[in-house]
């Protein structure tokens, strides 16, 4: 009877490992840069979509694209659902410090973004130029957590 007991125990922790597991993507390991490269563009084009998304919304609510009161309130919404999803993805990935990654690079794109492009948004290219910007910050982002972690040792 023991044997049997120590069989069901054994085939008990072995589902709890595949259930541990599940979630998580077992492939060839990526070169870092390229996982960060990926992931702050596909959070560059969320942020673009997102704010196009708000102001589509305003239009069909207040008849123009000017959000108004509601504007602040969209944007921060915008920039944590884009760290969340940075976040999410980094960590998917097995990067190291993912929602510090994610929430400075998101924060460096938005200061650049804020500082020098705010009175060219609305023009074409800014599709293009987010993404890039958001792609060097994540990149960024990185060196900085990685300084900040030698510095903490």
Do not use: K, Q
């Amino acid at each position: 009877m023991p044997a049997d007991l120590e069989a069901v125990l054994e085939a008990a922790d072995e589902d709890r490992a595949d259930e541990a597991d599940e979630g998580r993507y077992d492939g060839p390991p990526l070169p870092p840069a390229l996982i960060l490269a990926v992931v702050g563009l596909l959070c560059g084009f969320a942020t673009v979509a997102l704010v196009w998304l708000s102001e589509r919304g305003c239009e069909r609510v207040r008849d123009t694209s000017n959000c108004g009161a509601l504007g602040l309130p969209l944007l921060v919404l915008i920039v944590v659902v884009t760290i969340v999803l940075g976040g999410l993805a980094l960590s998917r990935l097995a990067m190291p410090h993912p929602r510090l990654v994610a929430f400075l690079g998101v924060a460096f794109m938005l200061v650049v973004v804020l500082a020098f492009l705010t009175e060219h948004l609305s023009s074409p290219w800014a599709l293009a130029v987010v993404p890039a910007l958001t792609t060097i910050t994540f990149l960024v982002a990185n060196l900085v957590a990685r300084l900040l972690e030698r510095a903490d040792a």
